[in-house]
């Protein structure tokens, strides 16, 4: 009863309240459950990658993306940022996708959201997953939706240095 995000707070409640800001109001849409760490919430995503399969992500990101990726025996591909906001270029990861490739994970950073019509389109194009990593922009919106609500998963982190972290632990 502490209070702290890091010792599980009431997460039902927080479940739902996420939820709701981030437009997956049901248990049964594709939002991830809340862990504390991005890199678990990622390894509970990528239970739909196996040996062999290629991910199209982003270098600039913490390492966690990557090794993600990597522990389920899939194979990072990185694909440029947009230099203007760095988050990942959809036009350079739809170069990047061979017959291997399973997923993209775009990375929304510093509270902005990846290209997320584009990256969507080449997923549709391709018959790819979407994985976001929305750990650093929690509550960002893009065309009114928010991130981690636009592409098949979304993986949301509460580890006290990210953005609710704010008041510390």
């Known amino acids: 009863e502490s209070g702290l995000l890091a010792r599980q707070l009431r997460l039902r409640a927080l479940d739902a309240l996420v939820r709701s800001i981030h437009g997956r109001r049901r248990v049964g849409e594709p939002l991830l459950p809340l862990a504390p760490r991005r890199c678990e919430a990622l390894l509970l995503a ?71 019509h584009a990256i969507n389109r080449v997923a ?12 650093q922009a929690i ?8 991130a981690g609500s636009m592409g098949h998963i979304g993986t949301l982190s509460f580890y006290p240095t990210k953005n609710p972290g704010g008041f510390g632990d």
Do not use: W
């Open 139 to 146: 509550g960002a919106e893009l065309g009114g939706q928010r």
């Open 124 to 135: 549709r194009q391709y018959g790819l997953y979407v994985i976001e990593d929305a750990c």
């Open 46 to 116: 990528k239970t739909l990658l196996g040996r062999g399969d290629e991910v199209v992500t982003t270098p600039f990101t913490f390492f966690a993306t990557a090794g993600a990726i990597h522990n389920v025996g899939a194979r990072p591909v990185f694909a440029d940022i947009d230099p203007d906001t760095f988050n990942v270029d959809a036009e350079h990861v739809a170069s990047l996708v061979t017959p291997q490739t399973k997923a993209i994970i775009p990375v929304h950073l510093f509270g902005q959201c990846a290209d997320m």
